[in-house]
């Protein structure tokens, strides 16, 4: 009888994790990804929420866009975690392109009045200088723009190790994982705490 007295404000927020192999747990057990250990985390520090992982290998900003739409519909989260570009980054997509399929998830999102937050990649330096510098820019312009928290790199701290990476040198180690949660953790769990 109480949860159903609960005002709206203290209803469980849904959230959604929009990402690709980085969030979707490629190359481990079940359980050890970011996204699994963040529902650990908000259990533990009693933080009510309810966690959608939509998150496939190899997706795109693209992909990403295209399946938007319906995971809004059907879930209504109340946040919306973008973890997307790295895929595009490594074909050498346009900048342009994936910021434009940033642009419009952000404000699909917005429009279903979901909150977003947006996690930044980085290239390796091999792709050049400008690209890879327009590239990790392109989150910084698109948070600013929407005054969307950003998590700047997903991989600070863990990018420079190669200890912390699986052998095909591309996807994070299970160890590499609380590290990664710990980068996104305070920039969500102000969102999340949001009324």
């Known amino acids: 009888m109480l949860a159903a007295s609960a005002s709206a404000h203290s209803a469980p927020k849904k959230v959604l994790v929009l990402g690709d192999s980085l969030s979707a747990e490629y190359g481990l057990n079940r359980g050890e990804g970011w996204v699994s250990l963040l529902e650990k985390r908000l259990q533990k520090e009693k933080i009510e929420a309810t966690i959608l992982n939509a998150s496939i290998s190899g997706e ?24 997307l570009g790295a895929n595009d980054g490594l074909r050498g997509q346009p900048v342009a ?76 180690a299970a160890a590499a994982h609380p590290i990664i949660l710990n980068n996104i953790w305070p920039h969500f769990v102000a969102l999340v705490k949001a009324p």
């Open 97 to 172: 392109a994936s910021e434009a399929n940033l642009r419009a998830m952000i404000e699909q999102s917005h429009k279903n009045k979901a909150r977003v937050l947006l996690v930044g990649m980085r290239m390796p330096p091999n792709y050049g200088r400008a690209y890879t510098e327009s590239f990790f820019g392109m989150y910084k312009k698109l948070a600013t723009h929407y005054k969307s928290p950003l998590v700047p790199f997903m991989l600070e701290g863990v990018a420079e190790k190669p200890a912390l990476f699986q052998s095909d040198r591309l996807h994070p």
């Open 60 to 83: 795109t900003t693209s992909g990403g866009r295209a399946r938007l739409p319906a995971l809004l519909s059907q879930h209504k989260p109340d946040v919306v975690v973008i973890e």
